[in-house]
Structures are given as structure tokens and as C-alpha cells.
């Protein structure tokens, strides 16, 4: 899908949130010049093209105890990547899960899987289930932990 | 950490799953949650002011509007890590950024809004910083049912 001038008034307008009024719609259009009726066609058309994911609350899990938050690291055979890949992100407990490329020879790992919990024991076991259901195909594996939240804004339009 | 009650984590789990596009949405999520409407934009405000919840509202797909994603990593030497951060905070198309316990010990995600602009931005803070960027672009994402059970 392609996003008109107004379109980006809309997304620089909301991007860093969405006002706690009543009619937020309203009141977005209210900023824009806008009606509400168009803001809310707009927003609409952009969720059922994909351009906005959800429009959802984004919950602060080190603040809701979720502490030990650990990027898990797999070195997948090729050949049984995707459908591997397809059952760890079917765990409930991994929040993302994608294949990207190696970095080699530094960085051997394919798959990589986001597990959250309150303790790195907690974590290190949901691991240890990742290791058991990749079984023969997987060659090594790592674990970083992050250790602090240095930047999280989402996404930020520039002028344009 | 701030306590929660029962209601607050009904809302953040409710609201996890998608907010309606209605003129009066958040009456409409309060009827479904048995909760006033002023009820629920209080606790919203007092759930963002102490940092429980850290956006609310629309999460854009900078690659579905033409752009991109990529996670990023570098290897940072600690004496000068606050330094590097910074700069590499710097650009605003740093949409997140960690701290992680590795010899690639900062990895950050770059949100440009076209594909190009990830190598353009990745080269910017390598000549700055003085040090490598690896780019780990998505090259399949996997279906996900995560949510957070407050």
C-alpha cells in the first residue's frame, strides 16, 4: 500500500501515542483539519493493509516483573529452518522469532527467538524446551540477556 | 514496582489484543471490561505516567509503507559504551536499543523509510563510532501468539 501526504500527517500525528480523550479520533482530526469520519477511514485502511500492525498498548515488561528478557540464538540447519522455525514461534512463551542471515564466522546463528521471564532461570529453562524440539538439526546455540533498555521509541517519521 | 490490581491487568491484557477505531472507543472496550469509561482513561494515564505500559496506540510497519526494519549489532568497548550510545541514540531512526551480555554487546533496531536508508544509516553511525555495524535483516518472521499475561 502506498501512504498519501495525509496519511503521514496522520502517522506523525500518532505515533508516539494516542490521546486518553473520549474521542481521541476526534480529537486527532481536531489537531489535522481533518473530520473524524476520514481519520478513522484512514487508520482503518491502514490496519487492513498492514501498515499499522494493531493499535494496542505496548506493556513495560521489566516493570511487570518480566526482568530476564533473553534473545535466544539458533544455529539451524537450512533445510529445516522454516519449519522449525514455524513450532518455536508457536510457543507460548516466545514473543518474537525470525531467520536471519549468519555473520560468519563470527556469528554462526540463523534463528532467533525472544524469551521473556521473571528469573534467567525461568528463561533458561523455556531454552532448554527450544533445544529438545530442535533436536538433530541444530548444530550450536547462545543466549544474550539483555541488561539494559538503552532507546525504545518505535517507529519515528522524519520530515517528508 | 508499582502494584497492580485486578482491573489494571484486565486492561492491559484486553488492550494487548487490539483497540477498537470508533468515535468512542475507549467507552466501547469499558463495556466489554464492565468498567465506566472515565474509569478506564484514568487508569490508562496512571499506567503510561508510571511507566507500566510504555505506548498506546498505533504500531506502523515501516515495511509495509515501503521502508524497513533491521536489527543491528556492535561490539563496544566498555570504557567508551555511554559515549557510543549516545551517538548511536542519536539518530532517530534508532527505534530501539539494547544493552546485552555478549562481545556484540549493543544491538539496536534501525526503522527507515526506505530500504535503502538502512545501509545509509548503519554507514553513518560506522563512521562516527568508528566501529562495525552487522545488519541482521529479517529474512522470515514467524507467526506469534505472545502475549503478556499481566
Known amino acids: 500500500m502506498s501512504i498519501d501526504t495525509t496519511d503521514r500527517r496522520l502517522i506523525k500525528a500518532t505515533q508516539s501515542g494516542l490521546p486518553l480523550v473520549p474521542a481521541p479520533y476526534a480529537e486527532i482530526a481536531n489537531a489535522l483539519g481533518l473530520d473524524e469520519a476520514e481519520v478513522m477511514q484512514r487508520l482503518q485502511a491502514m490496519q487492513d493493509s498492514g501498515v499499522i500492525r494493531r493499535i494496542a498498548v505496548a506493556p ?57 521471564g521473571k528469573t534467567r532461570d525461568e528463561v533458561a529453562a523455556k531454552r532448554v524446551e527450544i533445544r529438545a524440539l530442535l533436536g538433530d538439526a541444530l548444530r550450536s546455540d547462545d543466549i544474550l540477556y539483555s541488561t539494559r533498555i538503552l532507546k525504545k521509541t518505535g517507529l519515528r517519521l522524519g520530515k517528508g | ?16 489484543e487490539g483497540f477498537p477505531i470508533t468515535p468512542h472507543p475507549f467507552a466501547d472496550v469499558a463495556a466489554e471490561l464492565g468498567l465506566e469509561e472515565d474509569d478506564l482513561i ?60 555478549h562481545a556484540l554487546n549493543m544491538w539496536f533496531v534501525l526503522a527507515t523509510e526506505t530500504k535503502a536508508g538502512i545501509g545509509e544509516v548503519a554507514k553513518r553511525i560506522e563512521a562516527e563510532t568508528g566501529l562495525t555495524v552487522l545488519l541482521f535483516p ?13
Open chain 2, 42 to 101: 484514568t487508569r490508562l494515564a496512571r499506567l503510561k505516567d508510571t511507566r507500566l505500559i510504555t505506548r498506546f496506540g498505533p504500531f506502523y510497519d515501516a515495511a509495509a509503507m515501503g521502508g524497513a526494519f533491521c536489527l543491528c549489532a556492535m561490539q563496544v568497548p566498555e570504557g567508551d559504551f555511554d559515549r557510543i550510545t549516545d551517538l548511536v541514540n542519536a539518530h532517530p531512526e534508532v527505534a530501539h536499543n539494547y544493552e546485552r551480555d
Open chain 2, 1 to 16: 514496582m508499582t502494584a497492580l490490581d485486578d482491573t489494571d491487568r484486565r486492561i492491559l491484557n484486553r488492550l494487548q
Open chain 2, 138 to 150: 529479517k529474512e522470515h518472521e514467524f507467526f506469534i501468539g505472545f502475549r503478556v499475561a499481566a
Open chain 1, 60 to 116: 513495560n515488561h521489566y516493570a511487570l516483573g518480566m526482568t530476564a528478557n533473553g534473545m535466544t540464538v539458533w544455529d539451524v540447519e537450512d533445510s529445516a529452518a522454516l519449519g522449525l522455525g514455524a513450532q518455536v514461534g508457536a510457543l507460548e512463551f516466545v514473543s518474537h522469532c525470525y531467520l536471519r542471515p549468519r555473520a560468519l564466522p563470527d556469528w554462526p546463528f540463523n534463528l532467533f527467538a525472544m524469551v521473556h
